[in-house]
C-alpha cells in the first residue's frame, strides 16, 4: 500500500524560481490537502480539494497555486520562490471532508529557499 | 486564535515512566483526532474520540475526551523510545468541516 507518495524530498529553490511540489494517492479518497510546517506555527493548511474538479483556499494560500484534474493528483505549484516559503510541506488527504474522515499524510516535501 | 492548546510543549523522560499529555480548549468540538509524528515523516493518525467522557485505548496509550468535549489527554504507560515523537491533537469544532490542529508535544523517551 503506497498511501499518499510526495515527491521530491527535499528541494533547494533560488529566489523567484518556480516548482511543483507532486503529490498522489492510490486509497480513492476524495478529499485532499496541502499543509506547511514550521516550528512554532504548527501544520496551517494551504490549499484543499473536497473533490475532484473543486480547489478552495485554506489558512495561508499566497504565492501557491493548486489543481485537482484527477482524483488521484494535487500538485502544488510555487510560482515565484520567496524564503518565506522555506518550509516542509505536506500533502494528506481522506476519505471524505468533514468529521471522522481521517487524514493520512505523505512523508513530506523539505523546501529551503535561498 | 490557537484553538487547540497543547501541553506540555516539550518532554524528555527516562525509558518506563509514565507520561500524560493534554489538549485544551474553549470550545466545544464534535470530534479530537490524535496523531504522532515521527522526525522526517508524515503524522500518522492513532486515535478518534467522539463522545464525551469516551476512553481508548491503544495498547499502553490510554486517550481521554472530556465530558464537556473541550478537551482530551493522552497517557503513556511504562514508555518506550519507540514512543519518541511529535503528539499531535486536531478537531472539528461545531459544525466546521476545517480540522483546526495544535501545536503539539514533542516527546523524547531516552534508554
Known amino acids: 500500500n503506497a498511501g499518499v507518495t510526495q515527491t521530491p524530498k527535499f528541494r533547494i529553490l533560488k529566489i523567484g524560481q518556480s516548482m511543483t511540489l507532486q503529490c498522489t494517492q492510490d486509497?480513492?479518497?476524495?478529499?485532499m490537502y496541502w499543509y506547511r510546517q514550521d516550528p512554532g506555527m504548527g501544520l496551517r493548511l494551504i490549499y484543499y480539494s473536497a473533490s475532484e474538479g473543486t480547489t478552495d483556499k485554506g489558512e495561508v494560500p499566497n504565492g501557491y497555486n493548486v489543481s485537482r484534474s484527477t482524483t488521484e493528483d494535487f500538485p502544488l505549484r510555487l510560482e515565484l520562490a520567496a524564503p518565506s516559503q522555506t518550509s516542509v510541506y505536506f500533502c494528506?488527504?481522506?476519505?471524505?471532508?468533514?468529521?471522522?474522515?481521517?487524514?493520512?499524510f505523505g512523508n513530506g516535501t523539505r523546501l529551503t529557499v535561498t | 486564535t490557537q484553538l487547540l492548546e497543547q501541553s506540555p510543549q516539550f518532554l524528555s523522560i527516562q525509558e518506563g515512566e509514565n507520561l500524560t499529555v493534554y489538549c485544551n480548549s474553549s470550545?466545544?468540538?464534535?470530534?479530537l483526532q490524535w496523531y504522532r509524528q515521527e522526525p522526517g515523516e508524515g503524522p500518522v493518525l492513532l486515535v478518534t474520540?467522539?463522545?464525551g467522557g469516551e476512553v481508548k485505548k491503544l495498547k499502553r496509550l490510554t486517550f481521554q475526551f472530556g465530558d464537556a468535549r473541550k478537551d482530551s489527554s493522552l497517557h503513556i504507560t511504562a514508555a518506550q523510545p519507540g514512543d519518541t515523537g511529535l503528539y499531535l491533537c486536531?478537531?472539528?469544532?461545531?459544525?466546521?468541516?476545517?480540522?483546526?490542529w495544535g501545536l503539539g508535544t514533542s516527546l523524547a523517551v531516552n534508554p
Open positions: 474520540v467522539v463522545t
Open positions: 470550545s466545544v468540538f464534535s470530534s
Open positions: 486536531a478537531g472539528h469544532a461545531g459544525n466546521n468541516r476545517k480540522l483546526i
Open positions: 486509497m480513492n479518497h476524495n478529499s
Open positions: 494528506a488527504s481522506s476519505y471524505r471532508a468533514g468529521e471522522n474522515s481521517p487524514l493520512h
